[in-house]
Nanobody, 125 residues
Framework: QAQLVESGGGSVQSGGSLRLACVASAYTYSTNFMGWFRQAPGKEREGVASISTFGTTSYADSVKGRFTISRDNARNTVYLQMNTLKPEDTAMYFC???????????????????WGQGTQATVSS
């Protein structure tokens, strides 16, 4: 059974940084795209970043240039480095594993079958 465990959330001031980590089971990690999604209070969940098994990445326009998604194959871990954080980045962040059919749909949550419990990131102004 796929298991995804996130960590690294917390509270920072605007302009600060956080690094989220998601540890997956070996099979899940090696055979799936890995994505980070977020949901702010009162808003729908949105795709933030995704990375394929080969390292191809996709970012939401709102985080391009500030966030970086990466994989550590030795640790079955996917990271989301978040820099220059803004109050609007405040959300619950979820790690997910799945198989989107195309690069254009890498951040579409409908293609992700396995989800972690989430980790909260709060950015104060």
């Amino acid at each position: 059974q796929a298991q995804l465990v996130e960590s690294g959330g917390g509270s920072v001031q605007s302009g600060g940084s956080l690094r989220l980590a998601c540890v997956a089971s070996a099979y899940t990690y090696s055979t799936n795209f890995m994505g980070w999604f977020r949901q702010a209070p009162g808003k729908e969940r949105e795709g933030v970043a995704s990375i394929s098994t080969f390292g191809t990445t996709s970012y939401a326009d709102s985080v391009k240039g500030r966030f970086t998604i990466s994989r550590d194959n030795a640790r079955n871990t996917v990271y989301l480095q978040m820099n220059t954080l803004k109050p609007e980045d405040t959300a619950m962040y979820f790690c997910a594993a799945g198989w989107p059919p195309s690069r254009a749909k890498m951040r579409n949550q409908e293609y992700y079958s396995y989800w972690g419990q989430g980790t909260q990131a709060t950015v104060s102004s």
